[in-house]
């Protein structure tokens, strides 16, 4: 018997899931660092004028630097794209962009008025996919949700852990999250970072997928 059941004696099922929570808490950081540098590809691609860095995740810093390291950037992006909307807007008409950037509004139908929009602003430089990913950041909430999310992520008990730790051997992870709490708490800590982990799994996954559907769906609009 190693020093870990130790530990946890009677439930030897606990090491298992913190191994696997922390493996998915990985993978679904590194997705989010993708999505967002394809983001940034897509803003390079369809709005010109608009220049982001691309992020790199880092495993030697900590949970709680990383998801700060997407904050950052997302935020930084939201602010700009945000102001870009709002100019397309003035230029358009808020009737138009209301159309344009309403849930009810098939794709279709963006690709429709964002054309209408672009002979209203062309010397502005605008492109149709510019538009239509102006109008789906901001109204889509795309960015928004995420941050929210990965910021309750970012103060949990393990936030301060380093990031590569998480993809380790499971009696690494375990020595980490000791070293983090209390023994006696270890056990209501251990079903908040579950709490915490599947809350941002859903946001996550939802960022991620949101992201991929933009790009592809304005790449086929745009060969078509």
């Not at 602010?79 to 849930?103: H, R």
């Not at 709490?181 to 709490?195: I, N, Q, R, S």
Request: aromatic share 8%; proline share 1%; with cysteine.
């Amino acid at each position: 018997m190693s020093w870990t059941d130790i530990l946890y004696p009677g439930n030897s099922d606990m090491k298992i899931r913190l191994a696997s929570l922390s493996g998915q808490l990985y993978t679904l950081v590194e997705n989010c660092f993708v999505s967002v540098n394809h983001l940034i590809d897509s803003i390079h691609q369809y709005l010109p004028g608009l220049k982001f860095e691309k992020i790199c995740m880092n495993d030697s810093k900590s949970l709680a630097d990383n998801c700060n390291i997407i904050i950052g950037r997302v935020n930084e992006i939201n602010a700009y794209v945000t102001q870009k909307g709002k100019d397309v807007e003035l230029l358009i008409g808020t009737e138009l962009f209301k159309q344009l950037s309403s849930p009810d509004t098939t794709f279709q139908q963006k690709i429709d008025i964002a054309k209408k929009a672009v002979t209203i602003i062309t010397t502005s430089g605008w492109l149709v996919g510019g538009v239509i990913l102006a109008a789906m950041i901001i109204t889509g909430k795309i960015l928004t949700n995420v941050v929210a999310k990965i910021g309750k992520l970012a103060t949990c008990f393990l936030a301060f852990i380093v990031l590569g730790i998480f993809c380790s051997a499971v009696n690494m992870i375990i020595s980490a999250v000791i070293g983090a709490v209390e023994k006696k708490k270890l056990k209501k800590a251990l079903e908040e970072y579950e709490d915490a982990v599947k809350t941002f799994k859903t946001a996550a996954n939802e960022f991620c997928e949101n992201i991929m559907q933009i790009r592809v769906k304005l790449e086929h609009t745009m060969k078509g």
